[in-house]
C-alpha cells in the first residue's frame, strides 16, 4: 500500500512508524515544510525499515509521488501551542494550511482516501473536503476512534462509544459513568499539558483505520465523516473500503444522547461557519 504522510512532527513521524511497525506500507511519501526536518525523518525511518526486515520504498517532499497513492494522511498543524482543552481554538492557525494542502493535492490528482488527523479534527477534514472538492466519501478523519479507546479504557468495558466531535461537545453511547465520561474527554489534554503533544494512541488509530481501508479488519470505526442529512462532519461507526466511506451507522440513542449529538452536530457547524 502507498501511503503519504503530510506533516511529520510528533504524530505524523509516530503515524510513519507505526504503519512500518505493523508492516501496512509498500511505499510512504513524507512531506514536511521543513525540509531538513523531513529528510531527517526519511532517514531515520529507512533506518527502521532495515531493522525490521521491511522492504519500502522512500520519498519526501514530492506531491507528484501521492498522486498515485492509495491512502494521504493529513497530519499537519501549526507551530503554536494549544493553550487550552478546547481544540476549536486552533482552527484560525490551521485554515491556511489546510488551503495550501488541499491546493496541492488537486494539483498533483491524488485519487485516494484522505484520513485527516488535525485538530479541529470534525471542521478540518470538512474544511479539507471543500477545499479540495473531492468526494466526502473519499474523505474522513480521524474521528473519534481514540475518544473511543480512552472511553473503553476509563469505563472498563468494551461496548460503549464515542459519537459526535472530536472535542469537548462528544457524546458518549451506553451504560457509562459521568466519571468515566469525563476521564475520556480530558486525556487528550491531560497528556498534551505536560508533553506538549499526544502521539502513541492516535497513531495507532490511524493503524486501525488503515486496515479497515485496506480490508484486512471488517471494523466499523467512529471515524468522522459526512452527513448528508445534517450536512455535517462528526464521529460515527462507520464501514471502511478501499474507496472511504461504504456506509455510516448511527447507533440506537437514547433521548438523552440524541440531544447530545445534535448538540454537538450544532458545534461543528457553528465553527466551520466561521471559516
Not at 509521488?65 to 492557525?93: C, G, K, Q, T
Not at 461504504?246 to 461557519?273: G, M
Request: contains cysteine.
Amino acid at each position: 500500500m502507498k501511503i503519504g504522510i503530510i506533516g511529520t512532527g510528533n504524530v505524523g513521524s509516530t503515524v510513519a512508524y507505526t504503519l512500518i511497525l505493523e508492516n501496512l506500507v509498500t511505499d510512504l511519501v513524507l512531506i514536511d515544510t521543513r525540509e531538513e526536518f523531513a529528510h531527517a525523518e526519511t532517514l531515520e525511518l529507512k533506518d527502521t525499515a532495515k531493522a525490521l526486515s521491511r522492504t519500502i520504498n522512500f520519498t519526501k517532499n514530492d506531491y507528484a509521488a501521492i498522486a498515485d497513492a492509495d491512502i494521504v494522511i493529513f497530519s499537519a498543524s501549526p507551530a503554536a501551542h494549544m493553550v487550552s482543552s478546547n481544540r476549536l481554538e486552533e482552527l484560525p492557525m490551521v485554515k491556511k494550511i489546510v488551503e495550501d494542502v488541499a491546493d496541492k493535492l488537486k494539483t498533483c490528482g491524488f485519487g485516494g482516501v484522505i484520513i485527516s488527523i488535525t485538530n479541529p479534527c470534525d471542521v478540518v477534514a470538512w474544511y479539507l473536503q471543500r477545499q479540495t472538492g473531492f468526494d466526502p466519501q473519499r474523505v474522513i478523519g480521524s474521528g473519534a476512534v481514540i475518544d473511543t479507546a480512552r472511553l473503553r479504557d476509563r469505563a472498563n468495558h468494551d461496548e460503549c462509544l464515542i459519537i459526535g466531535e472530536h472535542g469537548d461537545s462528544q457524546v458518549a453511547v451506553g451504560e457509562v459513568s459521568p466519571q468515566a465520561q469525563e476521564a475520556a474527554r480530558s486525556t487528550g489534554w491531560e497528556v498534551y499539558s505536560a508533553k506538549g503533544y499526544t502521539n502513541f494512541a492516535i497513531a495507532a488509530c490511524v493503524g486501525k483505520i488503515v486496515k479497515a481501508i485496506a480490508g484486512i479488519t471488517s471494523d466499523e470505526l467512529s471515524v468522522s465523516s459526512y452527513d448528508e442529512e445534517a450536512e455535517a462532519y462528526y464521529s460515527v461507526p462507520t464501514k471502511l473500503g478501499k474507496s472511504g466511506v461504504v456506509s455510516r451507522n448511527i447507533p440506537p440513542l437514547t433521548d438523552a444522547e440524541r440531544i447530545e449529538l445534535d448538540k454537538s452536530i450544532a458545534t461543528i457547524k457553528e465553527a466551520f461557519a466561521q471559516l
